[in-house]
């Protein structure tokens, strides 16, 4: 994480030097002695180097506008630094969320020492660099020695993380019970679904059941081969892009993961959704390996089926405490259905 002397701010006064990795400049303003490598903020918000080359923008996060502003340019500027307002920690994680894997590093200005851990640390990854105030020793002193905790815990590195997320994993049955009535959804795609496959959902990101399609003939209803009958809105199901959504967000035009036992992934389209009252069954699974517990709520109708590892479809009205169900063990956590590159707990 790098630290930015903030020259460019306005406060006046003589510069004293800092350990900083660069120094942001105003445009126009001459470059110190002591000061290697220069940035130069312009009032139309972009970030000059020495060459009067564009490499950055400056945006001012504290309300919708903002945030929207900064997410539209991440993936095209080099570095973003974010200012923020009376929201300070929920603005930076939303734009941390959204890097993540872009190319943009990120900037946080810091104007107190209690802010400085927020930024270091949020969504457990942080920001990439923060940019301090001229002349204040003391928020120095602590930015030095927050991101030398950093540094600390990311001394394993983060290579591999994301490696290997989609394959598919045998989850154990733990309990069957009552989940009450509630709100239903089902899932209509513009395609239709082989025997086998099916959407991945949970009521956690990081612990998703396949869920089978309609596909499977039956005496008392016709199949719905282009229908997943997917559970409670609350739940998320995995999308085409490897983020997740929940259900009740789930718009037509969207495109989700499709996924067979074998963990091939597909997308399909949806073409829309299907919500009604019913009452639920409350499946809660583990996976042995990791210690990865999940639920899901499911309509209690015979059609809703899950998928074994043998390549059985059992009925969730049938399956029973220690049978096994194919799934999903995510290694990330994520943040607005965004994988987050750290091994954490969703929340």
């Known amino acids: 994480m790098e630290l930015w002397l903030d020259a460019a701010s306005g406060n006046g006064g003589i510069l004293h030097p800092h350990p900083a990795d660069r120094v942001l400049l105003a445009a126009g303003d001459g470059v110190p002695d002591w000061v ?13 180097d020495s060459s009067t080359t564009p490499v950055g923008v400056h945006v ?5 506008a903002g945030q929207d502003a900064a997410k539209s340019m991440v993936g095209l500027a080099s570095w973003i630094v974010l200012t923020t307002g009376d929201w300070q920690m929920i603005p930076l994680e939303n734009i941390v969320a959204a890097a ?49 905790e950093r540094l600390a815990t990311q001394s394993e590195g983060e290579e591999g993380i994301l490696e290997g997320e989609s394959e598919i994993a045998s989850l154990e049955i733990i309990s069957i019970e009552d989940g009450g009535v509630g709100d239903r959804v089902c899932v209509d795609l513009t395609s239709i679904l082989e025997v086998g496959e099916g959407l991945l959902i949970g009521s956690a990101a990081n612990a998703l059941v396949l869920v089978h399609g309609e596909t499977l003939e039956s005496e008392f209803v016709p199949p719905r081969p282009f229908r997943v009958n997917a559970g409670a809105v609350h739940a998320y199901v995995l999308m085409a892009d490897g983020s997740t ?42 996976h042995s390996e990791s210690g990865v517990r999940g639920q899901i709520f499911l309509q209690q109708a015979e059609t809703v089926r899950l998928i074994s590892p043998l390549g059985d479809m059992p009925s969730v009205t049938s399956v029973e405490a220690g049978d096994i169900l194919l799934g999903f063990i995510g290694t990330s956590a994520r943040h607005i259905g965004q994988n987050v590159l750290s091994i954490a707990e969703e929340h």
């Open 36 to 48: 290697d490598s220069a940035l130069f903020a312009c009032e139309d918000g972009r970030i000059l």
């Open 60 to 64: 001012d996060i504290s309300d919708a």
């Open 100 to 148: 993540q894997g872009t190319g943009t590093q990120l900037v946080a200005r810091i104007d107190t020492s209690q802010a400085i851990r927020g930024a270091a640390f949020a969504l457990e990854t942080g920001v990439d660099g923060l940019l301090l105030p001229a002349n204040q020793s003391e928020i120095w002193a602590d930015a030095q020695i927050i991101a030398a």
């Open 245 to 286: 959504k929940y259900l009740s967000e789930l718009m037509a035009g969207d495109s989700v993961a499709v996924c067979s036992p074998s963990g091939i992934v597909r997308s399909a389209i949806i073409g829309r959704m299907k919500i009604e009252s019913r009452p639920f069954i409350l499946l809660r699974y583990g």
